[in-house]
């Protein structure tokens, strides 16, 4: 059995480049899939956000729409209301490494708003990836790398291939004209080499232990990917 640390957003709003707030949060099934993929192998999880408070899901993500009918929608809600690990977070600041084997950060806007500058993420981050560690990060979830900043002010994660919602996923989801920048661009200013695939079809990259998925629908290829990571 392995430990597995979630790193999740605890922003439910996310800010504009006019200044309005956008209600945001993490995307439910970039938490859900890989969660119950893990909790089936037998693995344990413990989820942290900045000061531990409760992580926000996106309300948009619990639509039948963005689950691909009813059914599903009901069963990822489900999930997000009823399991422990949600709904009794550690602080991120509270974090000992060493006691996890493994780091998953879920996407949605959220991480926009708080992990692209937590610092206390983005030293789990920096140790987790210098550690050698499975680091997998899904969607949005790559802002969390932007805070993973080392002591010399280099991009811990620089020089890695990785993959992200792109500018292309953000132009055609009506998001891209609203927002103070663009993952994909920052992801790539910090040294990161962003690797792209069909808007919204499941693309996913693994460059030595940090796998990363490109969307909501990476989320079921991102988990088989740390799973063969955990052995």
């Known amino acids: 059995m392995a430990k597995i640390l979630f790193v999740m957003t605890g922003a439910d709003q996310w800010t504009l480049a006019d200044g309005t707030k956008h209600p945001t949060g993490y995307w439910a099934d970039e938490a859900v899939v890989p969660y119950e993929a893990l909790k089936a192998a037998g693995h ?6 900045p000061g531990g408070v409760v992580p926000p899901v996106d309300s948009a993500s619990l639509s039948p729409e963005a689950n691909g009918g009813p059914e599903n929608a009901a069963r990822v809600r489900s999930v997000t209301e009823t399991a422990a690990e949600f709904r009794a977070p550690i ?5 000992t490494l060493d006691d996890y084997d493994a780091v998953h950060v879920p996407g ?5 708003e708080d992990l692209a500058v937590d610092a206390a993420s983005g030293r789990i981050l920096t140790l ?5 560690m499975p680091v997998s990060v899904v969607c949005h979830g790559p802002a969390a790398l932007l805070a993973a900043v080392a002591e010399d002010g280099t991009h811990a994660y620089a020089g890695y291939r990785i993959t992200a919602f792109t500018n292309e996923e953000e132009k055609l989801a009506g998001n891209a004209d609203k927002a103070k920048w663009l993952l994909q661009d920052r992801l790539t200013e910090a040294g990161l080499t962003v690797r792209v695939g069909d808007p919204f079809a499941p693309h996913v990259e693994v460059d030595r232990n940090v796998i990363t998925g490109q969307n909501p629908a990476s989320s079921g290829p991102l988990a088989e990917e740390l799973l063969k990571k955990l052995g």
């Open 108 to 112: 949605g806007h959220g991480p926009m």
């Open 128 to 132: 987790a990836v210098r550690s050698g």
């Open 44 to 49: 344990e999880i413990t989820v942290a956000t």
């Open 91 to 95: 602080a991120l600041s509270d974090v």
